[in-house]
C-alpha cells in the first residue's frame, strides 16, 4: 500500500487547508512521506486570455501570474513555509511544484532560473490549459463557446503536444493527469487516441512516469487516465505512482486502496517513487 502521495495543494494556491492540516492529516494517516506540489501558473499573457474575466472573479485568482518574478518570490516563502511546518515531524516532507507547461519562447528558460531560485526537491507537470496562438496565448481547459468546435479540436490536439514537450524538456518527475483535457466536452474518452498514443509513447522513450489519480476518481467516476490509458500505460511499463491530488485533508489517500486493487489487477510492476 502506497503510504505518501506527492500531488497534494494548500491554500497557498488553490487548496483548502493550511500546510499545517495538511501534514496533520498525513501523519495521522500514518504515511512515511508527502509533497506538497502547489500550482505554479506563469504566463505572460494570462491577463488578456479570453478566460481572464472569469478566472479574475474567482477567490483563487492568485495563483495566475504574469511573470516568474513575483511567483519566484512567493514559492521562496511558501517553500520557508513549508520546511517550517515540517520541523519536528514523523513524516518526510518534500516540497514541490505542479506546473503548467506553457511553450512560448523564453518561458522554458525562465522556468529553468526559477527552479535555479527556488531549488524546490521536485516538479511535476499538469497542464489544465488550452494554449492558443502557439503557446501565446491561454484559454481554459472547459472552454466550448468562445471559439468554433474546429478551432478547439486543434487546441486539444496541441494540447497533447504540449504535455510531449513537457516530457521530452525532462524537468519533471512524473506527468499528472495526461487526460485532463476530457474535462472539455469536445474530448471524450476515445477521442485524440492518436495524440494520446504518442502521449505514451513519448513517457516511454523519456523513461518519465505519470500517476493514477484518483481525483478523476472522485470528480468524473473514473480515474486519470482512462481504463484503456492505463491498461497501454502498464503494457508498455511505464512507473506509476498513485496520487490524491487533494486540496482539503478529506482528500489525501482518496480510494488509495481501490487504486492499489486496480494496479495489482492490471498487473503493474513498475512504481514511482522519490529516490
Ligand atoms: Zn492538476
Ligand atoms: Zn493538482
Known sequence: MQKFSYHCHTDFSDGHNTIDEML????QLGWEEIGISDHLIVHKNVKQSLSWPRWEKSPNNHVYYSDFKKATDDFCRHKEDVLKA???RNIKVRTGAEVDYFVYDGWKEEFQEFCRQTELDYYISGNHFL??????????????????????KKLLSFHFDCICQAIESKMFCFIAHIDYARKNPLCGNNDFA????????????????TELSTKGLRKTGE???TEWMLSEIISRDIPLVISDDAHKIEELGFDFTEAEQCLQAHGCQNRWYYK
Not at 496533520?24 to 501523519?27: D, F, M
Not at 494554449?131 to 478547439?152: S, V
Not at 495524440?195 to 523513461?207: M, R, S
Request: aromatic content about 4%; glycine content about 6%; proline content about 6%.
Open 131 to 152: 494554449q492558443p496562438d502557439h503557446g501565446n496565448n491561454i484559454l481554459d481547459m472547459k472552454e466550448r463557446e468562445l471559439l468554433p468546435g474546429e478551432e478547439i
Open 24 to 27: 496533520n492529516r498525513a501523519e
Open 223 to 225: 480515474y486519470y487516465p
Open 194 to 209: 492518436l495524440e494520446k498514443k504518442k502521449v505514451i509513447a513519448c513517457l516511454k522513450h523519456n523513461k518519465i512516469a
Open 86 to 88: 515540517a520541523k519536528g
